[in-house]
């Protein structure tokens, strides 16, 4: 309790007691100015609105992403294929390793001229496209290094609600005839729901708090076209020393992230079948 306290419950009435207030990190002033950055977020400022789309954008392109590669990672591993716990150690350096680093070799992997991406493009006579440079490239590309980071993990979690679903409701499915794509449809999937759940909750909580890959990759950019909403907090905070806006920000991004999960987690009943 006295943790939660310190570490989470005070810096939380801190942040919204401090939205509150038109405050200036470097000359120390602080001015009570009411709903006025509220009012500025919703009404006068455009940028606001631009991140908070490309927060979903990459919210959702994260979470799918993720996921997917995740479940289908997990799912050949659970075939005990010959070399799967190699595969799957390597699929699980990334986890171990830091996001700086991962962020760094990346956007040396995705340099327009000379990157080892587009080099492999052109090999097969594909021109690739300046990807941290271009706005449409830039996003998905930052969307697809924050994907591949966390796949082991969330392999693990998956590989190991596999070897827990009971092997009786396996052989059940097979007397009654079911194929292969019948066995995972209507047998495993909906035995992996919680988990499913679960990974789904963090990988998209996850993903409203990206912050590293924005600024080592990015920048923000081009044109503001990665600017998500943690990244704006970050600009306004600690670059242009608006602190009580940028705190006004947070506050936002918080309820935004509890108002999802919390629809999340009551729209469980619809599509888990296994508590």
């Given at each position: 309790?006295?943790?939660?306290?310190?570490?989470?419950?005070?810096p939380?009435?801190a942040?919204?007691?401090?939205?509150?207030?038109?405050?200036?990190?470097?000359?120390q002033?602080?001015?009570?100015?009411?709903l006025?950055?509220?009012?500025?977020?919703?009404?006068?400022?455009?940028?606001?609105?631009?991140?908070?789309?490309?927060?979903?954008?990459?919210?959702?392109?994260?979470?799918?992403?993720?996921?997917?590669?995740?479940?289908?990672?997990?799912?050949?591993?659970?075939?005990?294929?010959?070399?799967?716990?190699?595969?799957?150690?390597?699929?699980?350096?990334?986890?171990?390793?830091?996001?700086?680093?991962?962020?760094?070799?990346?956007?040396?992997?995705?340099?327009?001229?000379?990157?080892?991406?587009?080099?492999?493009l052109?090999?097969v006579?594909?021109?690739?496209?300046?990807?941290?440079?271009?706005?449409?490239?830039?996003?998905?590309?930052?969307?697809?290094?924050?994907?591949?980071?966390?796949?082991?993990?969330?392999?693990?979690?998956?590989?190991?609600?596999?070897?827990?679903?009971?092997?009786?409701?396996?052989?059940?499915?097979?007397?009654?005839?079911a194929?292969?794509?019948?066995?995972?449809?209507?047998?495993?999937?909906?035995l992996?729901?919680?988990?499913?759940?679960?990974?789904?909750i963090?990988?998209?909580?996850?993903?409203?708090?990206?912050?590293?890959?924005?600024?080592?990759?990015?920048?923000?950019?081009?044109?503001?076209?990665?600017?998500?909403?943690?990244?704006?907090?970050?600009?306004?905070?600690?670059?242009?020393?608006?602190?009580?806006?940028?705190?006004?920000?947070?506050?936002?991004?918080?309820?935004?992230?509890?108002?999802?999960?919390?629809?999340?987690?009551?729209?469980?009943?619809?599509?888990?079948?296994?508590?």
């Open positions: 309790m006295l943790g939660f306290l310190v570490v989470v419950l005070i939380l009435v942040v919204l007691l401090l939205s509150f207030t038109d405050s200036n990190l470097l000359a002033d602080v001015q009570p100015v009411g006025d950055n509220y009012q500025t977020m919703a009404t006068e400022d455009p940028a606001f609105w631009r991140a908070v789309v490309t927060t979903g954008i990459f919210a959702i392109g994260l979470v799918v992403i993720n996921v997917a590669l995740s479940l289908f990672l997990a799912l050949v591993l659970h075939r005990k294929l010959r070399g799967a716990q190699l595969f799957l150690a390597l699929a699980f350096l990334p986890v171990v390793t830091s996001q700086a680093a991962w962020a760094i070799v990346w956007r040396f992997l995705l340099q327009g001229e000379g990157g080892t991406i587009n080099s492999l052109s090999a006579s594909i021109i690739g496209p300046n990807w941290l440079f271009e706005a449409k490239p830039a996003l998905a590309a930052v969307i697809v290094v924050a994907a591949l980071k966390t796949v082991g993990l969330k392999a693990v979690i998956f590989l190991a609600a596999l070897r827990n679903i009971p092997k009786e409701a396996i052989e059940a499915a097979r007397l009654d005839g194929g292969e794509w019948q066995m995972y449809r209507r047998v495993i999937l909906p992996l729901a919680p988990t499913t759940l679960v990974v789904v963090i990988t998209f909580i996850g993903s409203f708090q990206v912050f590293d890959y924005i600024l080592l990759m990015t920048n923000g950019g081009p044109s503001h076209a990665t600017t998500v909403l943690a990244f704006a907090i970050y600009q306004q905070g600690f670059e242009l020393m608006r602190t009580g806006y940028a705190s006004a920000l947070a506050v936002v991004l918080f309820a935004i992230t509890l108002a999802l999960v919390a629809v999340q987690w009551w729209a469980r009943k619809k599509w888990v079948h296994s508590e």
